[in-house]
Structure formats: C-alpha cells, structure tokens
C-alpha cells in the first residue's frame, strides 16, 4: 500500500473535487484506469473506494476528479474536510476503460472521471486525424466537469445534454436512441461508456438496437 501526500485540493463543480497528490515512482497505469483510495486517518483506514487516476502515467503527481455525496456520511463527505498535506492510502490499479481505437466517449456525470486521462493523452500523443467524440450527460450547466479544458481539447466534437436545465448551448433531455441518431454516423467505431449504471444499461441497450456489436462497446466489467 502507498502513501500519498495531498499537494492540491480544491473544488471544481459544487460537489466535485479535484485532489494532487505525491506519486510512487514504482506506480504503473494505463489512462483510464483506478485504484483504491483510503483515507489515512483513524477510523478510515478500512474504508477503501475506486477512483479514477485522471492524471497521466508521466506525469509527477496523481491527480483524482472526485464527486462528493455530503448526505452519504461517508467516504467523499470525509475527503471535503482534507487539506494539503494530509495523507490518502492506495492500493492496486485496475479498469477495463482504457484506450483500444478511437471512437466516441459517453459519460453521465462523475462517470467522466476514466475519460478524462483517456482524452488527455490522445490529446498529447493522438494522430492529428484521430477524431474522438465525447457525449456528456449532467444535470444542470454548473456539473459539467473540466468544461474549458474539454472544450479545447475537442472544440465541436464535445457535446453536451442537460437533464434538469435548458439552455442556448446545449441540449436538453436524456441520451436516448433519437440522441445517438443526431450525433453517431459510425457504428463501426469504439464506444467508451461509463455513468451510472442505469445510463450505461439504456444506453448500451440503444447502441446495440442501433447496430453496433458487442466487441465495440468497452464498459467497466
């Protein structure tokens, strides 16, 4: 088990937090990929949870987009108290969500998190023609996570749907069927899809209606 130093914590939505940290110079990860984060204190100690390291493998540091649950009483409410300095235990790496071949990204709100290592490096190391698409889906306007950075990276091929908002700039409802239609011209390609699981069973159920096969949809397993 490794110990991390927090460098660097702040919030970056009302209810995520973006959290650097000191980097084991033994740690090996693919982008997109996790680990089990413990808090080191006493009485957290045991209280394991996945996150998504969404720094890059060569970066110095390790870099965790986490959304808090403060009702839950739990594990994220703890990390809103953690400043500099303070200290997370970690353990294994794992994750199915890693890059095969370009394609289009889906993600419902937190579920961002494996995407957004994924995206910066084939924003770094991608073909110039690579062309990846990322479909996010939130709540309202104030959830979209790291929206100017992912702006940049993929200027038109970011593509944003709000549940509980309407706005000029971006479209209102659910990612259904009718929504894939509008924004998939290739059902050839790859879909990463990570959200909550009843997004990611809907939408999976829809992608496969629409055609694609089985081998071209990567999801956590």
Known sequence: M????????????????????SKPSDLEFKPGQATELFINQEGWKDEGRPFTFTSLPENDHLEFVIKTYPDHNGVTEKLLDLKAGDELLQTDVFGNIYF??????????????????????????????????????????????LKDELEQMLGSNFINILSREKT?????????????????????????????DPMIESVVKDLKELGVDDENIIMEE
């Open 168 to 196: 000029e700039e971006h479209e209102h409802g659910q990612i259904d069927q009718t929504f894939l239609k509008k924004h998939i011209f290739n059902l050839q390609q790859k879909f990463y899809i990570c959200g909550p």
């Open 100 to 145: 095969r071949e370009e394609g289009t990204f889906i993600a419902g709100g937190a579920g961002l998190t494996p995407l957004i290592a994924i995206l910066r490096n084939r924003n770094k190391y991608g073909d110039k023609n690579e062309n990846n698409k990322l479909i996010f889906a939130n709540k309202t306007k104030e959830d979209i996570i």
């Open 2 to 21: 490794n110990t991390l130093k927090i460098t660097h914590i702040e919030k970056i939505t009302p209810d995520v937090l973006q959290i650097r940290t």
